[in-house]
């Protein structure tokens, strides 16, 4: 019996020790002991909800046994990431709270026994204004209600708005507002407004939205197609049965709505890039693009032409699809040819009767006509274009200043267009001779008929393109029939200047490729010596013309490779 009483009172002392009172969520007590006592320790605060920078501080209240207030001891208040000290007094230490408007924690120990409780701190805003969402020029305007630091409204308070860079100044009303107008265009816009008689400021986000919507057009000359805009009012609803204003071209056209808001203007202009602006009646202007496509395009621009060439045009139907026989019209001052367009839309006109000279041509069909003016010579000079990397820098190939050497010509113009990846962009100009051009063998020297013909057509046609093309460097082709001591070798007509020195460049990453420096060439004065002194390096590039074609290829590639590797 003894024994189970003495049980039941050791249960009794243990559930008495376990019992811990939970009055406040906010309040800690933790068991110190100071010499022989046990002393107890609480530390409470409640949370705090003040407007910004008034009087009103954060307080907790610290006690010791049975209540009682101690006095000086220390609180770390710990918030926004800095701590402070805070001494004690009569039971109560107080925290100034000048933070910008936002919600906080605030973390208080106690110094005494390092106790602490967590609280939230609410810093409300003197400003009170929202964000604004609207559409152009529709009545809803930014509003802003400035208080005291007790939260009533101010009245007669000066204030500062800026939006999109302009200040504007305002004052609040009995009922502490201000109001701004909202004309801007559509866009996203930050406002900010500032108190005069404080540092706070506060930000807010306008966004304008657009009444108006004009789509950009690409369209083939006089097909169906039509320029289209939508309009809404000014709550965002489609604007029906409204005299829209379009000005394209100088010309300005009025078309009215459907109920859908959406509004179309026929284009029936000539080829070409306009801008169209549409106008709504609410001031607001929206411009697009329209671009005009020519059904009647020419194929094959020649800086020159020779009499063995055709001048080609391609036709395509409303839709931009070859257009299959139709019968073209060419107008060649005053002589009328007429030619079929093939499978692929082109139509190709002989100009076998005309001599050196030169000529317009007019290619019409129905109401689609194109005009170019070009020169008939002893042979014909066209370019091909953009191969490499269009982004960087130039570099120009030419072949053909020597017709018998056609071989090596036909090589770099069959190989530089099927390698991927080059560091530089490249364009190839090709010379063609078709008069006097002479065959290997014949005894032709140097000033031979066909060589001149093809260098006068290089210096007339493609040193101007060259020197104004902003070219970084130009290689001239050519073959030689073995009178030297090397059969393939790169050079510079002109000694000491860059292109002397990217020739020796590209020599030296050539396994097969020499640098042979040649006092003399019939060739320099019409294209290589011109571009070297007037700001575009040159240099020569020798095949041998009785080369396997498997070793001219190889060599080639050799060369194009060597001058892409070049740092310009």
Partial sequence: MKIKIILISLFIIFISINIVSANDLNTTTDLKETGDNDIITTITGNDLVKYYKNDSQFEVNVYGENESKLENGFVDFTINGN????????????????????????????????????????????????????????ESQFYTTILDNQGNPKANANIKININGVFYKRTTDENGTAKLNINLNPGTYILTVEREDSDLKVSNTVKVLSTLYCYDLTKYYRNASYATAKVLDDCGNPLKNTNITFNINGVFYTRKSNDEGIVNLNINLAPGDYVMTAIHPNTQQKSSMIKVLPKLTLTNT???????????????DNNGNADKGKTISFNINGYILKATTDSNGIAKCPLSILKKGTYTITATYDENIISHTFPVGPGSVSVIKNIGNP??????????????????????????????????????????????????????????????????????????????GGYKLAIDVHSNVGAYPYKTFVFSPVTGGLGEQYGRTVARSCSNVVYYQLGHTTSGPYLTIPLNNHGVPAFYFEEYSFASQAQKDA????????????KL
Avoid: W
Avoid at 105 to 133: A, G
Avoid at 305 to 316: E, G, H, Q, R
């Fill in 302 to 316: 020649y800086l020159c032409y020779s009499s063995s060439n055709t001048f080609d045009v391609k036709l395509v």
């Fill in 555 to 566: 060599h080639m590639l050799q060369l194009i490779y060597g001058v892409d590797g070049l």
């Fill in 83 to 138: 701590t402070y000290k805070r001494i004690v007094s009569n039971g109560t230490a107080k925290l100034n709270v000048n933070l910008n408007p936002g919600v906080y924690q605030i973390t208080s120990k106690n110094c005494y026994d390092n106790t602490t409780i967590k609280n939230k701190i609410t810093v409300l805003s003197t400003i009170s204004s929202s964000d604004l969402t609207k559409y152009y020029r529709n």
């Fill in 391 to 468: 982004n960087a820098k130039k570099i120009a190939y030419v072949v053909g200043l020597h017709p018998l050497e056609y071989q090596t010509h036909d090589t770099l113009v069959k190989l530089l267009p099927t390698i991927p990846g080059f560091n530089y962009c490249y364009d190839i100009y090709v010379v063609k001779v078709t008069e006097n051009v002479g065959h290997y063998g014949d005894g032709a020297g140097d000033n031979s008929p066909g060589r001149q013909n093809g260098q006068n057509l290089a210096y007339k046609y493609v040193y101007p393109q060259i020197i104004n």
